[in-house]
């Protein structure tokens, strides 16, 4: 059982906007940054989103990040086939002497 | 750019350890922080740790009693041991750098993963 909450499944048809929701508790994105990751089949994860909302260079303006509260959600407009993939969420969370967590992935389909 | 290399036996027996190596290049090791990250097939990511390059160390609770993390920083290199293991521990190994919960960059380098099969 994961520390964050997300949908196992998402999807939508190209051009199309989705949102992957992301929920936590106070210790957690309540009180820390959320980061968003993608993991293309059979590669290591990529980092997507940091500090909430913030794209690493690189990353396309399709993908947008959002907090309120303890939830977090990651936006992907303009829809593509590339795009699926499975998506992550994470947060350091301050219980239990610091550790980091991850919400336990959504398997985004581009239909 | 930087790049991790993970490195280690993809073989480890019950109950022995699992003993890996990621190795930094590209840039210095110097003053960050440096996770270990697994994911068993099909399953979701689990943070395993992380040290800073003074050698200080955060585990993950559930793995803590069997966890242990050290740093090399004349090699850039970085390790992980994880004893008596089981079937339950088989799954690919990530190493990956970290700025820290208050720099809020997230894991921004990953290794590509080794698979680590524990069986007899």
């Known amino acids: 059982q994961s520390v964050l909450t997300q949908p196992p499944s998402a999807s939508g048809t190209p051009g199309q906007r989705v949102t992957i929701s992301c929920s936590g508790s106070?210790?957690?994105?309540?009180?820390?940054?959320v980061y968003w990751y993608q993991q293309l089949p059979g590669t290591a994860p990529k980092l997507l989103i940091y500090r909430n909302n913030q794209r690493p260079s690189g990353v396309p303006d399709r993908f947008s990040g959002s907090k309120s509260g303890t939830s977090a959600s990651l936006a992907i407009s303009g829809l593509r086939s590339e795009d699926e993939a499975d998506y992550y969420c994470a947060a350091w969370d301050d219980s239990l002497s610091g550790r980091e967590v991850f919400g336990g992935g959504t398997k985004l389909t581009v239909l | 750019q930087v790049q991790l290399q993970e490195s280690g036996p993809g073989l480890v027996k019950p109950s022995e350890t699992l003993s890996l190596t990621c190795t930094v290049s590209g840039g210095s090791i110097s003053s960050y922080y440096w996770s270990w990250i697994r994911q068993p097939a099909g399953k979701g990511l689990e943070w395993i740790g992380r040290?800073?390059?003074?050698?200080?160390?955060n585990y993950n609770p559930s793995l803590k009693s069997r966890v242990t993390m050290s740093v090399d920083t004349s090699k850039n290199q970085f390790s992980l041991k994880l004893s008596s293991v089981t079937a339950a521990d088989t799954a690919v190994y990530y190493c990956?750098?970290?700025?820290?919960?208050?720099?809020?960059?997230?894991?921004?380098?990953w290794g590509q993963g080794t698979l680590v099969t524990v069986s007899s």
């Open positions: 990956a750098r970290d700025q820290g919960a208050a720099a809020g960059a997230g894991f921004d380098y």
């Open positions: 040290i800073y390059t003074s050698g200080s160390t």
């Open positions: 106070s210790s957690n994105i309540g009180s820390n940054y």
